[in-house]
């Protein structure tokens, strides 16, 4: 079967590295005889869509590549055969599954434009059918999600982790939809989608993102209210993005629509048992918890300093990590205070981008803070130019309102 163009400069490419040659109609290797199906794959719910809906990653594990098949087609679906030369140290066996897929297009933060890494397409699951000769295996294709062709590549198959029925999470977290499993301009309700946050953001399976779109400015200082487009929900997680499920949604959605985290549902009253109560008993009292006791150290102050940055940066200056560095001290004497971390920027440029630019700089002072070693329990929060200090529309007023500001509990 002919390899397609596009695929056939990486396959050879994979193909060469290994030490190894492609297979030809009459000189492709025989294979013993097939084995026994193996246990049935259970794969249902929000992982199968997890599964089937991708991610953002700049490489991915490569154990070995399709060059070929038992048919002479183009389209292959469940119970295909197709050939599969692996890698050297792949250590394949018979009965092992193995996830097929494809790196597909970069992905650029639609906002800083970053790289991102590019989408992984999951193609389907295979099921290695007989002992590997010269490198190659034949497999059985055991679920078929897109179209599959030669130079697709297959790595270890792993079943998803089970996605929570409820948020685990809470606190303040903002950031942007960078991209769509599926090629559109705009998607929508039961549809796929990325976004720039991940597990090293603090973002956790089952959370729950309002789709946010900023309502148009009127005047400097007012504006229409922002616009809830869309529900989405976690249900895969890189470090820096992850996968969501748009749940629901009223409007188109875009790449660049902001994102924020909700707060966790209240738990539904049914789900709350009550102890039986003795014939007679006196009616149950209320527990109630003392407040605690202060907090040892330091008394709390009224205000910690506030952090300032240059123009359009998130870096910290000398001058803001001796301050931060003062503050640890305290901090670290309090370790069981809360801190919120609240960042802001000036009147200048969109909403989203200064949005995203606070929360760059809350999370650079959170960086700081835990690398001196303050463990408190920390929630970062972006309000972007939505509070500023100062109004005035000079250099001097535009400085005031680049901040980080510190808030411990108690103040």
């Known amino acids: 079967m002919e390899i397609p163009r596009q695929k056939r400069a990486w396959v050879q490419f994979l193909v060469v590295a290994w030490g190894l040659s492609l297979p030809t109609g009459a000189a492709a290797p025989s294979f013993a005889a097939d084995a026994p199906a193996p246990p049935t794959l259970t794969l249902a719910g929000d992982p199968a869509i997890a599964f089937q809906g991708g991610y953002i990653k700049f490489s991915e594990q490569v154990s070995g590549l399709v060059v070929g098949s038992r048919e002479s087609k183009q389209l292959f679906g469940l119970g295909d055969v197709l050939y599969v030369r692996v890698a050297p140290d792949a250590n394949v066996k018979v009965g092992d599954r193995l996830t097929l897929y494809r790196p597909t297009k970069q992905v650029y933060h639609p906002v800083t434009r970053a790289p991102l890494g590019r989408i992984m397409v999951v193609l389907g699951i295979l099921q290695v059918a007989t002992e590997s000769k010269e490198n190659v295996v034949s497999t059985r294709i055991e679920r078929a999600f897109d179209s599959i062709s030669p130079g697709d590549l297959v790595m270890p198959f792993q079943l998803p982790p089970e996605v929570p029925p409820r948020q685990t999470t809470s606190g303040p977290l903002t950031g942007v939809i960078v991209d769509f499993k599926q090629a559109r301009q705009v998607t929508a309700q039961s549809e796929v989608i990325y976004i720039d946050r991940g597990?090293?953001?603090?973002?956790?399976?089952?959370?729950?993102?309002?789709?946010i779109r900023p309502g148009r400015r009127l005047s400097f200082m007012t504006k229409n209210p922002d616009e809830v487009l869309a529900e989405i929900k976690v249900i895969g997680l890189q470090p820096r993005t992850a996968t969501?499920?748009?749940?629901?949604?009223?409007?188109?959605?875009?790449?660049?629509?902001?994102?924020?985290?909700?707060?966790?549902?209240?738990?539904?009253?049914?789900?709350?048992?009550?102890?039986?109560?003795?014939?007679?008993?006196?009616?149950?009292?209320?527990?109630?918890?003392?407040?605690?006791?202060?907090?040892?150290?330091?008394?709390?102050?009224?205000?910690?300093?506030?952090?300032?940055?240059?123009?359009?940066?998130?870096?910290?200056?000398d001058q803001a990590k001796n301050t931060l560095t003062a503050q640890a001290e305290f901090l670290k004497q309090n370790a069981t205070a809360t801190i919120t971390i609240e960042g802001y920027a000036d009147?200048?440029?969109?909403?989203?981008?200064?949005?995203?630019?606070?929360?760059?700089?809350?999370?650079?002072?959170?960086?700081?803070?835990?690398?001196?070693?303050?463990?408190?329990?920390?929630?970062?929060?972006?309000?972007?130019?939505?509070?500023?200090?100062?109004?005035?529309?000079?250099?001097?007023?535009?400085?005031?309102?680049?901040?980080?500001?510190l808030v411990v509990a108690g103040n």
């Open 244 to 317: 969501a499920y748009v749940v629901k949604s009223t409007d188109a959605i875009h790449r660049g629509d902001i994102v924020s985290r909700m707060p966790p549902q209240p738990s539904l009253p049914s789900q709350v048992k009550e102890a039986p109560k003795a014939e007679g008993a006196p009616p149950a009292v209320a527990k109630v918890t003392p407040p605690e006791a202060p907090v040892p150290g330091l008394p709390l102050p009224k205000g910690l300093e506030d952090i300032y940055f240059d123009f359009d940066k998130w870096a910290l200056t």
């Open 347 to 405: 009147e200048r440029g969109s909403t989203e981008y200064n949005r995203i630019l606070g929360e760059k700089r809350a999370l650079e002072v959170r960086r700081f803070l835990t690398q001196l070693g303050v463990s408190n329990p920390i929630t970062v929060i972006s309000f972007g130019k939505d509070k500023p200090v100062c109004t005035d529309l000079d250099e001097a007023c535009f400085a005031k309102n680049r901040h980080v500001h």
């Open 199 to 211: 597990e090293t953001d603090g973002v956790a399976l089952g959370d729950r993102f309002s789709v």
